[in-house]
């Protein structure tokens, strides 16, 4: 592979364009919102800047990275030469399937189609294109440029050459692989999510402040971040979703967000992007 798309230039799109273009692959960043595109070239310049203060690349390297990167409107456009795509768009399904269709239409026929998705089903994506033996999973975690994980979920269709295409491929991008099957919130989001859900429920009961419950979790479980922190950093919305997502697919009860989660969400305080979450920023 030495041409890539991705789809959506927000938090996690511009990371992966990012990496890509770090590694010498040519990346077409395509969003419909050209404002989005001009915000997330500033967004990759200042992160590929923080790794040459650390003096983890060169000056030169960070000017050849940002020239792999070419930005594009039109979906019909970006996606026509490359040899694989990488949605990394809102996380909706009605959303997530009117895109597929329209990258399945226009990509190479060879091209892999791969979804960020970090909770929605793989099957059910690759069941609206013409290819779902090439259609896969490839959950990156924030901030991409750092997390050496990247989730690779097999749908029921995916191919056994497309999911060690896209090991050797995350090999290649200096990440280690961990494969897992489709199923809602995958392994990552199954296991953090509930997690952090329980925070907030202790949170709601006044067990305890934000503070203290993010640094029982730093100090006493070593997590870099505690799980409100972490929340505000993910997005309240976010979290949210993904619990919706796993309460409908498991008809489990255990994964129902927290009734403060949802107030928080109504009311707009979506943490780090909205100014507020469980912390003011
Ligand atoms: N791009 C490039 N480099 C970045 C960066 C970015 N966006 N953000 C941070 N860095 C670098 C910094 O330059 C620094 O580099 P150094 O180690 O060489 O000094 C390093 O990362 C650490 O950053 P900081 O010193 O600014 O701050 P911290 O030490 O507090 O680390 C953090 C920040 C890496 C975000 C750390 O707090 C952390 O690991 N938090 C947990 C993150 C996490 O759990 N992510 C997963 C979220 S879940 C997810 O994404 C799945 C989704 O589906 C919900």
Same mark, same amino acid.
């Given at each position: 592979?030495?041409?890539?798309? $991705?789809? &959506?230039? #927000? ?15 040519? $990346? ?59 949605? *990394? ?6 959303? =997530?399937?009117?895109?597929? =269709? ?5 990509? %190479? ?8 998705? @970090? @909770? ?6 690759? *069941? $609206? ?7 896969? #999973? ?5 901030? $991409?440029?750092?997390? =050496? ?9 995916? @191919? ?13 991008? &200096?990440?280690? +692989? ?6 809602? &919130?995958?392994? *990552? ?28 979790? %730093?100090? &006493?479980?070593?997590? +870099?971040? #505690? ?31 927290? +009734? ?22």
């Amino acid at each position: 592979m030495k041409k890539i798309a $991705v789809v &959506g230039a #927000g938090t996690m799109g511009n990371g992966i364009a990012h990496v890509f273009a770090q590694k010498g692959f040519a $990346v077409n960043l395509i969003d419909s919102n050209a404002s989005a595109l001009e915000k997330a070239i500033n967004t990759i310049d200042k992160n590929l800047d923080r790794q040459v203060n650390k003096g983890t690349i060169n000056a030169e390297d960070k000017v050849i990275a940002l020239q792999q990167i070419t930005t594009f409107t039109s979906i019909e456009i970006g996606v026509s030469d490359v040899d694989l795509v990488i949605e *990394a768009a809102t996380e909706n399904s009605e959303i =997530k399937k009117s895109i597929f =269709k329209q990258i399945d239409s226009f990509a %190479k026929p060879e091209c892999i189609l791969a979804t960020n998705t @970090s @909770s929605i089903s793989i099957t059910q994506l690759a *069941a $609206v294109t013409a290819r779902p033996s090439k259609v896969i #999973g490839m959950h990156f975690m924030n901030p $991409v440029p750092v997390m =050496k994980l990247v989730e690779i979920i097999n749908g029921k269709e995916t @191919s056994e050459t497309t999911s060690n295409t896209i090991v050797e491929l995350t090999n290649q991008l &200096g990440k280690i +692989p961990c494969v897992v099957q489709d199923a809602p &919130g995958f392994i *990552a989001n199954r296991i953090l999510m509930p997690m952090i859900n329980e925070a907030i429920h202790a949170f709601s009961e006044g067990i305890s402040d934000a503070a203290t419950i993010d640094q029982i979790m %730093k100090l &006493g479980m070593a997590h +870099p971040m #505690g799980p409100l922190q972490l929340a505000d950093y993910i997005g309240l919305d976010v979290c949210k979703n993904i619990l919706d997502i796993m309460h409908n697919g498991f008809k489990n009860d255990k994964y129902a967000p927290c +009734p403060l989660l949802i107030k928080m969400v109504e009311a707009g305080k979506l943490g780090v992007k909205t100014g507020e979450g469980f912390y003011k920023y």
